[in-house]
């Protein structure tokens, strides 16, 4: 539809009795443009909000003309926009009133250069440009900050900017949300934005804007009737000074003091030629009942009913709409529509604007004209109006999203076209990042109703529409799809695994299994069946209450000895397979195997069917077998998935949350504990209890411990009710285990152990013994030293044994510093520790080693060996202020100050790149020479090489069998 470019006309109106809310406009626009009014010199500009509230007619959008005016004459940039009574179902109607202006005079490569890499998620939302064809969409959350970018952008490169809109009431929600949640950063931006509105009228969902009308605590400009003198004085500018008195008072009476009802009946007064005297009253009486409501709609009529047909037309298609449209909707030729909208210009009731594309529209001279106009339709015309206006906008090219408004009024009749454009238009929505609407216009297509053969398609378009976004309303229309009994075998199919991923998105992870075995059973392909097995897999090996864990995992492991990565179900059977293989805590070697065969081919992140689950399990498996590098770069291209296609929602905050789980464990933990709670808030957005927030809750605990910041963590657990119950499903780090191991960080030994123990039995029963995986066993061991100590060193053994089994470095060294830890004797503990910070120089674990040398120097220090204490104390000490480990830090000082030494100048400038001495030992690593050989080549110790490879190995994200392709070679 076209959006006008120019306040509506009429006559001026005086702004009488608002000089406060005047003197507010003027000092907004002075602190905006940088000058103080005060004859001071510039100063920095300011931006903030106004708002405006009061009942129709009051003088809002008088004020906000006034306003524009103001803003244009000091060479503001003006965004304006006005919601609409009729618009409100419209998605972005008011987003594409403030931003088309902007871009319309632009070509379509201009545009694309000007959004960027926003242009495929905001053009279809504001547009610019047809929605794309396709499967997936934008969410919201993505098109809100492809907005935001957009308006920043605006306020940036074309400032000073003036952001306004009035109506707000009638605002569509999804404008709506955008620029209540944008309104704070005004300020930061300096940009002024105005909002009005009729306080009454805001939708009891519309929160948000009740909030913003009261922004900070503050009220909104309340705009109050005009008392007898202001309207006085309008009686008398339009009717003369010779007005009296009693007849001024009258017309206050009349209006109540509205200043719209007061400028109307002066003008009529003025047209009819009235006498301002007392002996008019009467008169005036009449008058006034001919301004509003059915005094209005008789003086409509007339005018005609060619003119009447043409108001009729004006008020079902709503605002700023091309002539010839409304001409036609209302039957009319060219030269009848022309004499109608001439009369109803001089009767005051119409106005004729000029839109964005330069053409003539029409809008009515008030909104309360509108109202009364579109209400005294009667109800079979208007829905007959309603089908002609939907056909008018298809046949001009305005295409099935203009046109969907108006196919929600009409009756069904089980018409095929109507289904038709409403499907599309529920398309083009969920393509725009507005699903709520696209759930609209078909939740009406199936009350059409749809052909017997395409039910069964619109129940899944329908189910469809709201899956990132609100799994749980999904479900039931999904499962009607399926009882549907003409459903093709190829739709079916797709029905499936729709439901299955919303029923996994709800927690009902059994349910989700039990439908997928289902259907395999019914299933005539063998490809169909093995990708329903594969979904099958993936629903179970998150489900909290699999009966038989362990039967799963051997068929999982059988199928996958037969498969060879053709076509992505066999490539998400092999990451399965790899990713239960990490779990068990099999030997490493076999997971990176299963991975590597998942990787080659090809995962998709953003594959709407496949979803985006198994891409992250395959990239946690080679983080755990030490391979953290590999694992960040595939987080890293699920971001630019993401966020190419618009997805910031719980998918972006699974990645940030998983990217910093793997920077926590390659020891930075400082960037981990910023990516865990940029997840956290992403996740928060979204809505609460939902299993991204779980993993970002334990993810951040974790961190936060590991920096030694154990106050910000119990304030974390509280804030979220950690310890109030635990996910239906599967995550990671395990929340009870979290929790435990929190309570003994706070000397909660007893309550510690005993959340530790469930956690482990729970787990152990899923056959989920890997310590790197969960290192609950090592937590406990920890909590069991002083009470328990012969129990301590049990756990510790049992704990190393299945690091051992599992073979990585990271993990093996873990496990020794902790046996160290539950050692009667200093000089074995002193042995261990050796073998741990051996290990753990073999590694990407950077935080792990900091731990093992600081507590290896001081088991050196206690046998006496204090020269070889220093050396560790101090590595360790570097180590944990380069992680990021401030209570290690402070640990290892504590210990060089007790051993009377102290502590050195750090040399903790962390670079990424590898030095030339550190190079040259990798490469030779990678070419398979061991360390001897490498002191060799290398003309040094071995010591040097270890610890030459420790730094290589940190930097690059890997272990000795990564390096050749960390390198690139």
Not at 142 to 164: K, Q, Y
Not at 425 to 450: H, V
Request: proline share 5%; charged share 25%; net charge neutral.
């Amino acid at each position: 539809m076209s959006h006008v470019t120019e306040p509506r006309g009429g006559a001026a109106k005086p702004l009488l009795e608002r000089e406060s809310e005047v003197l507010a406009i003027h000092r907004a626009v002075d602190e905006l443009c940088g000058s103080s009014g005060q004859g001071l010199g510039p100063a920095a500009r300011r931006g903030g909000v106004l708002t405006f509230a009061g009942s129709a007619g009051i003088g809002k959008t008088t004020l906000l003309a006034e306003a524009r005016r103001l803003a244009s004459e000091r060479s503001c940039t003006v965004l304006f926009a006005r919601g609409g009574e009729q618009e409100r179902q419209v998605p972005f109607h008011v987003m594409r009133q403030l931003i088309q202006p902007t871009f319309a005079a632009m070509s379509e490569d201009e545009r694309r250069e000007a959004l960027g890499n926003w242009y495929s998620i905001v053009a279809p939302a504001l547009g610019l440009t047809a929605a794309p064809k396709g499967p997936t969409a934008p969410d919201p959350q993505g098109v809100r900050d492809g907005l935001d970018w957009v308006v920043t952008h605006l306020a940036v490169r074309s400032a000073p900017v003036v952001l306004i809109v009035d109506d707000a009431h009638w605002a569509d929600a999804e404008s709506l949300a955008w620029l209540t949640a944008f309104t704070a950063r005004a300020e930061e931006l300096a940009m002024l934005i105005m909002v009005a509105c009729r306080p009454d009228e805001i939708p009891a969902d519309a929160a948000a804007l009740r909030a913003l009308m009261g922004r900070q605590g503050s009220r909104p400009h309340e705009l109050a009737p005009l008392t007898t003198s202001a309207v006085a004085r309008i009686v008398r500018d339009a009717l003369g000074e010779d007005a009296d008195d009693v007849f001024c008072r009258e017309c206050w009476a009349i209006t109540g003091g509205n200043p719209f009802e007061v400028v109307e009946l002066a003008m009529k007064g003025r047209d009819r030629g009235l006498k301002p005297h007392q002996d008019s009253i009467s008169q005036l009486r009449d008058l006034a009942s001919a301004v509003k409501g059915s005094g209005l709609i008789e003086r409509l009529e007339q005018l005609g009913p060619s003119t009447v047909r043409l108001a009729w037309a004006a008020a079902v298609l709503g605002t700023a709409v091309p002539t010839d449209i409304v001409g036609g909707v209302a039957a009319l030729g060219e030269a009848q529509a022309a004499e109608a909208i001439a009369q109803l210009r001089d009767a005051r009731i119409l106005t004729v604007l000029t839109s964005v594309r330069r053409k003539q529209v029409v809008e009515f001279f008030h909104p309360l004209i509108a109202t009364a106009v579109y209400r005294s339709i009667p109800p079979g015309v208007r829905v007959a109006m309603h089908g002609m206006a939907a056909t008018a906008l298809v046949d001009d090219g305005h295409g099935a999203a203009a046109a969907a408004r108006h196919l929600l009024e009409m009756h069904p009749e089980g018409d095929p076209w109507v289904v038709q454009q409403l499907r599309q238009a529920a398309r083009d929505s969920f393509s725009a990042g507005a699903p709520d609407a696209a759930r609209r216009y078909l939740a009406r297509a199936l009350r059409e109703p749809p052909e017997v053969e395409d039910r069964a398609e619109v129940l899944f378009e329908l189910g469809s529409a709201n899956l990132l976004h609100d799994p749980g309303t999904t479900i039931n229309q999904l499962r009607a799809a399926l009882e549907e009994p003409r459903t093709e075998q190829g739709l079916r199919e797709a029905i499936t695994y729709r439901l299955a991923q919303a029923l996994g998105h709800t927690g009902q992870l059994a349910e989700a299994a039990a439908l997928l075995a289902d259907e395999a059973r019914r299933a005539t392909s063998s490809r169909t069946r093995l990708r329903m097995q594969a979904e099958q897999f993936k629903w179970n090996s998150v489900r909290v209450d699999e009966e038989n864990s362990p039967a799963r995992s051997r068929l999982l492991s059988q199928f996958a000895k037969r498969l060879t990565g053709r076509g992505l179900p066999e490539r998400h059977i092999l990451g399965l397979r790899a990713w239960d293989a990490v779990l068990r805590g099999e030997p490493a070697a076999i997971a990176l195997t299963y991975a590597e065969q998942a990787l080659d081919g090809g995962l998709s992140w953003t594959d709407q069917d496949f979803g985006f689950e198994v891409p992250a399990v395959v990239a946690l498996t080679l983080m755990y077998c030490d391979q953290p590098g590999r694992a960040e770069e595939l987080f890293n291209t699920g971001i630019v998935e993401f966020e190419a296609k618009g997805w910031r929602g719980a998918h972006l905050s699974f990645v940030y949350t998983l990217l910093g789980y793997v920077h926590y464990r390659r020891g930075r933990l400082a960037e981990a504990e910023d990516f865990v709670r940029n997840g956290l808030q992403i996740a928060d957005r979204v809505g609460q209890g939902i299993p991204a927030q779980w993993y970002a809750i334990g993810t951040l605990i974790e961190t936060l411990l590991a920096r030694g910041n154990t106050a910000e963590a119990q304030r974390v657990a509280d804030a979220y009710k950690l310890a109030d119950g635990w996910p239906p499903a599967v995550v990671y780090p395990d929340p009870q285990a979290v929790w435990g191991k929190l309570l003994l960080a706070r000397g909660r030994i007893e309550e510690g152990e005993h959340h530790l123990v469930s956690a482990g039995r729970r787990l152990d029963l899923r056959g989920a013994r890997n310590p790197s995986w969960s290192p609950w066993q090592l937590d406990l061991a920890l909590g069991q030293i002083a009470r328990k100590p012969e129990q301590a060193r049990a756990t510790a053994s049992e704990a190393l044994s299945r690091a051992r089994a599992f073979g990585t470095s990271s993990m093996i060294g873990h496990a020794l510093r902790v046996a160290a830890a539950t050692t009667v004797d200093p000089a074995r503990a002193a042995t261990l520790l050796q073998d741990s910070v051996d290990h753990l120089e073999q590694s990407p674990a950077a935080c792990e080693l900091a731990y093992a040398l600081v507590d290896h120097g001081t088991a050196l220090h206690t046998i006496g060996s204090r020269h070889h204490a220093a050396q560790q104390l101090y590595r360790g000490m570097e180590t944990a202020v380069a992680c990021g480990a401030d209570g290690l830090a402070a640990r290892a000082r504590t210990q060089l100050a007790s051993a009377g030494l102290r502590p050195r100048r750090l040399h903790t400038a962390e670079q990424e790149n590898l030095t030339v001495a550190e190079n040259a030992a990798a490469r030779h690593a990678a070419r398979g020479l061991d360390n001897t050989a490498i002191a060799a080549e290398l003309k040094t110790d071995a010591q040097s090489v270890s610890e030459l490879l420790c730094a290589a190995f940190t930097k690059l994200g890997t272990d000795r069998a990564g390096l050749r392709r960390a390198l690139g070679d």
